[in-house]
């Protein structure tokens, strides 16, 4: 057997533009690199392992970095020494590594670190069942490492959304200096769609804010600007300064009993995102308008939602969605809005009871249905009409 | 005397507003720090290009006293960490200086993974045996039968032989030292700082206000001292036979060797993956 001596290799493009045929995982891991991360560290966990497979494959060939650490603890504190080396960096995982990462997620959180991380979810708790999908850490999301502060969590529903989301979470990420979350599911991780990657000037790129000033004594690493986000100087330029998962002031000094620094430096770093939050939260609502029913949902369960109300309509239910782009920060006033002008919502949700419980809160008085889903099957939209005819009885 | 002759040779190393540091009166991380910056300043290297990483532990806050780029990570997790840093950016220096319980208790499975992996970092650990920032409990390099807060009957765990454990990981280089032979701990540093591939240092450091009081060598006199008549210095020893005991600290180079470090491979893989240079 002999081996063509004269094969042509294409370039590898960094951009795969054009309309694709891929599965979530894998959009997730070309969106990340459309958006120029260029450093992946992780560890092989179903649902997630084909994201870090194409990463491996796929950074080497445009000058990035992929490399498999020993767990998901040494995952996060890679990606956050990465990012500080001035690269855009990510990890991907699922539940279980997902509590493992909690530890330096907080430290990300404390430094300003801007990365993502992806956790296409699974059946929990523990090991629980890896096949099979799940809506069950979006708490674990927001309330996962110790301490108080705020992150950004988005849920995509699509393979297309896998792309555009994993894109935006790096630019919330980059824009807000905080670890940013794609809550993923095993379904739209693995399931294959059309997907359309967009040309390469179309793609909206965030990167984040450098020190204005040169390199001196006197740099104040976490001094913050209007917005709240301190600009990012990084490691080899000269500004020698020190970061800590400390409290710290803005020099980045350890202020281990002041009650000052540790008020000014939590506050700011939960206010830089509820200021923000307009700019940051995204909803998809569909006839929402004179809806009397509203379901709001997330990621999979929100393709079953929308179809339901699409029979509900084709059936004179006046029915609506609201469709939760963004977890984290919790939509409130988009919650609330819908809320006055129906009769009942309904929330389907792939656990027991999480993100309802968000809803109810910002619904106030109007009447939440829950509907419950474990296991292999998302919710069918047979059962969501079936829930929105009994609430409007 | 003027300004300029009482300015301290290594002041343009440390970050003076920091000083003074937080470790007590006797502690070795003193003489660690000032090694350190000995053997940056005899290899006059560019400050902009070496980053400090430390865990946590009293020697955990040695990142927040050196002028260069540093971080100071959570419990165990410098090494991954800099795993991070090196790999973006290959052009910086990442010395990663902490705690025996950081570096081996929690932070244990990224230590072995980065030496065999040969990841080119400096890993300097000043072992005092104990947690002292947590105030004395026994740790994985606690001594058999010392007393420490939590061995209140004298510590029954066997301890780990550092730098027998380093060289069966697959670091390139290895040595160990007391605080006492700072010569050679600051050649020893120097000659990590220019290898290329997973250094190890493990330095024996003194802990008189807590290791020492509960160990009858309660000034860092003592314990200097203890340091001196129990050292021996024999260099390529097997690193299997070192384990320390009361009488007998071997001290020395263990392992120098040469193997592609994990930056040069995976520069190769780079360049191979992105067609730069192809075989066909």
């Known amino acids: 057997m002999t081996v063509a001596a004269s094969v042509v290799h294409e370039k590898p493009k960094v951009i795969r533009s054009g309309r694709r045929f891929m599965s979530g995982d894998i959009a997730c891991a070309e969106g990340a690199l459309a958006v120029g991360c260029r450093f992946f560290a992780g560890y092989p966990i179903t649902p997630a392992t084909e994201i870090a497979e194409h990463m491996s494959r796929r950074l080497p060939e445009i000058d990035g970095s992929y490399i498999q650490m020993e767990d998901e603890i040494a995952s996060m504190a890679a990606v956050i020494g990465a990012s500080y080396a001035g690269v855009k960096s990510m990890t991907a995982t699922s539940g279980p590594g997902f509590s493992l990462m909690q530890e330096n997620i907080g430290l990300a959180v404390m430094t300003e670190t801007p990365c993502v991380i992806v956790n296409v979810m699974r059946g929990g708790p523990s090991t629980g069942q890896p096949t099979m999908p799940g809506q069950q850490d979006v708490m674990q999301a927001r309330w996962g490492s110790h301490g108080d502060y705020e992150i950004i969590a988005l849920a995509p529903s699509s393979v297309q959304e896998m792309f555009d989301l994993t894109v935006e979470a790096f630019n919330l990420a980059e824009t807000y200096r905080v670890p940013t979350f794609v809550l993923a599911d095993e379904i739209v991780g693995h399931m294959w769609e059309r997907v359309t990657i967009p040309d390469p000037e179309t793609i909206k790129i965030v990167n984040r804010k450098k020190p204005k000033e040169n390199p001196s004594s006197n740099f104040a690493p976490f001094k913050p600007e209007a917005d709240l986000v301190p600009p990012m100087a990084i490691y080899g330029q000269g500004y020698h300064f020190h970061a800590t998962g400390l409290t710290h002031d803005e020099r980045g000094y350890p202020r281990t009993e002041s009650v000052e620094a540790q008020t000014k430096l939590v506050q700011r770093l939960c206010n830089k995102i509820r200021m923000n939050r307009d700019k940051i939260i995204r909803v998809q609502q569909e006839m929402i308008e004179d809806a009397e029913v509203a379901v709001i949902a997330y990621g999979i369960a929100a393709r079953a939602a929308l179809s339901a109300v699409r029979k509900a309509r084709a059936a004179g239910i006046k029915a609506g969605l609201l469709r939760l782009v963004t977890l984290w920060p919790f939509p409130d006033e988009h919650v609330g809005r819908v809320a006055k002008n129906v009769k009942a919502i309904i929330v389907p949700e792939m656990n027991c009871g999480q993100i309802v419980r968000e809803v109810e809160r910002a619904a106030k008085e109007t009447p939440v249905t829950f509907l419950s889903k474990l296991g292999e099957e998302p919710h069918k939209p047979e059962e969501i009409l079936d829930a929105m005819r009994e609430a409007l009885k | ?280």
Not at chain 2, 133 to 158: A, D, H, K, S, V
């Open chain 2, 1 to 280: 005397m003027t300004e300029e002759e009482l300015r301290h040779p290594y002041e343009k190393f440390l970050r003076k507003d920091r000083i003074p540091h937080i470790w007590c009166e006797g502690c070795g991380n003193g003489i660690i720090l000032n090694c350190f910056a000995h053997a940056l300043d005899e290899l006059n290297m560019n400050l902009d290009k070496v980053a400090v990483v430390s865990g946590i532990g009293c020697i955990g806050r040695i990142s927040g006293y050196t002028n260069t780029d540093s971080f100071h990570t959570t419990h165990g997790r410098p090494i991954a960490f800099a795993t991070g840093v090196k790999l973006a950016n290959p052009e910086l220096t990442v010395a990663v200086i902490s705690g025996d319980g950081d570096l081996f208790a929690i932070g244990g499975n990224h230590f072995i993974h980065a030496a065999r992996r040969n990841l080119d970092i400096k890993v300097i650990c000043a072992n005092n045996f104990i947690y002292g920032m947590t105030g004395g409990q026994g740790g994985p390099t606690t001594p058999l039968e010392t007393w420490t807060t939590t061995t209140p009957y004298g510590n029954i765990e066997q301890a780990f032989n550092l730098v027998h454990l380093a060289a069966a990981c697959g670091a390139v280089y290895v040595a160990r030292w007391t605080t006492l032979q700072t010569r050679w701990l600051i050649e020893s540093i120097k000659k990590a700082l220019q290898k290329e591939g997973f250094s190890f240092i493990e330095i024996i450091s003194e802990c008189p206000e807590i290791f020492g009081r509960y160990n009858k060598m309660e000034t860092a006199l003592k314990m200097m001292k203890w340091f001196k008549e129990a050292s021996v210095v024999q260099h390529f020893s097997d690193p299997a036979k070192a384990n320390i005991t009361p009488d007998r600290i071997v001290v020395g180079e263990f392992v120098d060797i040469d193997k592609p470090s994990y930056g040069q491979l995976l520069k190769e893989m780079k360049a191979k993956a992105s067609g730069k240079k192809t075989d066909r």
